[in-house]
C-alpha cells in the first residue's frame, strides 16, 4: 500500500482532499493486482484505470484554476506535467491488451505514485508560497531565522545559499552578455553539493535516529528530481526568464524546506 502521509499535506484542503483520493484509486488498483483469487480482478483494474484518468483530469483542472486564483509562477510548468502524468495513464489504453499485463500495471503503478510524491513534494507544496510572477526579485541572504542549530547542516546550508547567490548575481549582471556557460557550471555544483548535503543531513538523522527521516528522504529525492529535470537548451535560448524562474524555486523550496522541516531536526521532542 502507498501511503498518503503528513509531509504531502499543502494545507489547501480542496487539494489535499483530492491527492488523497488519487492516492486511495491507486491503492485499490494494486490490491486488485495482487489479489490472484478474483477471476475477473483485471475487468475490475480497467473501471478502476478509467476512473484513475478521470478523477486526475478533474484534480488538475481545479488545482491549475486555483494556482491561476492566486497568479502561482509555476503555473505553466505544472500544466505541463500534468500533461505528462496523463499521458502516461493513457499508455494503459495501448498496453493493457499486451500479454504481460501484470508486469506492465505493476511498472505502471510504481511509476505513478512516484511521480505523485515528486510531484506533490517537489511542485505542489510550494503552491501559495512562492510571491506571483510579477513581483520584484531579492537576493537570497542567509540569516538567523534559518538555523537549525545543528552546526553541519547550517553551514551546508549556507554554501547552498551561497552557490544561490552567485547564480543570482549573474542574472542580474548587465555586463555579462553571455550567461550559459556560468550558469550552467553553477547550476551542476548546486546540484551535487545539493546531492553531498542531503547525504550529510540523513546521515545525521539516522545517527540520531529522527522519526521524520523518511519524510526528510521524499523531499530531498523530489528537489534533486526537479533540478535534474532543468532544460538547459531552454535556459540558453530564454535565458534571463528562465533562470529567474528556476533561481526563484531554488530559493523558495530552500527556504520553505528548511523552516518548515530542517529545523525540527535540531528541536527535542517533548
Not at 19 to 40: P, T, Y
Not at 218 to 239: K, N, S, Y
Request: hydrophobic fraction near 35%; proline fraction near 2%.
Amino acid at each position: 500500500m502507498y501511503l498518503f502521509t503528513d509531509d504531502c499535506l499543502l494545507g489547501v484542503p480542496e487539494i489535499d482532499s483530492e491527492h488523497e483520493r488519487l492516492f486511495e484509486i491507486i491503492n485499490e488498483i494494486h490490491a486488485l493486482l495482487g489479489d490472484d483469487a478474483k477471476s475477473d480482478r483485471y475487468d475490475h483494474i480497467y473501471e478502476l484505470i478509467e476512473r484513475l484518468k478521470q478523477y486526475a483530469k478533474e484534480h488538475f483542472q481545479h488545482e491549475e484554476a486555483y494556482m491561476e486564483r492566486i497568479h502561482h509562477p509555476e503555473l505553466e510548468l505544472q500544466r505541463h506535467q500534468h500533461a505528462v502524468f496523463c499521458d502516461k495513464i493513457n499508455e494503459a489504453d495501448i498496453l493493457l491488451s499486451g500479454s504481460d499485463q501484470t508486469r506492465f500495471l505493476d511498472d505502471l503503478l510504481k511509476y505513478l505514485i512516484t511521480w505523485l510524491y515528486r510531484h506533490i513534494i517537489g511542485c505542489d507544496l510550494m503552491i501559495g508560497k512562492m510571491p506571483p510572477a510579477d513581483t520584484g526579485k531579492k537576493v537570497p541572504v542567509f540569516t538567523n531565522e534559518y538555523l537549525t542549530g545543528i552546526g553541519l547542516i547550517d553551514d551546508e546550508h549556507k554554501e547552498l545559499f551561497r552557490i544561490i547567490g552567485e547564480v543570482h548575481r549573474i542574472i542580474h549582471d548587465e555586463f555579462i552578455a553571455d550567461k550559459y556557460d556560468e550558469i550552467v557550471y553553477l547550476l551542476e555544483e548546486l546540484k551535487n553539493y545539493t546531492k553531498f548535503h542531503f547525504a550529510d543531513e540523513e546521515k545525521y538523522m539516522q545517527s540520531i535516529q529522527y522519526e521524520g527521516l523518511a519524510a526528510q528522504q521524499r523531499a530531498h529525492d523530489a528537489f534533486v528530481a526537479r533540478l535534474e529535470e532543468m532544460d538547459f537548451q531552454q535556459i540558453e535560448g530564454h535565458q534571463q526568464e528562465t533562470l529567474e524562474e528556476i533561481l526563484e524555486f531554488l530559493t523558495d523550496w530552500l527556504i520553505n524546506h528548511i523552516l518548515n522541516s530542517d529545523k525540527k531536526i535540531g528541536t527535542p521532542v517533548s
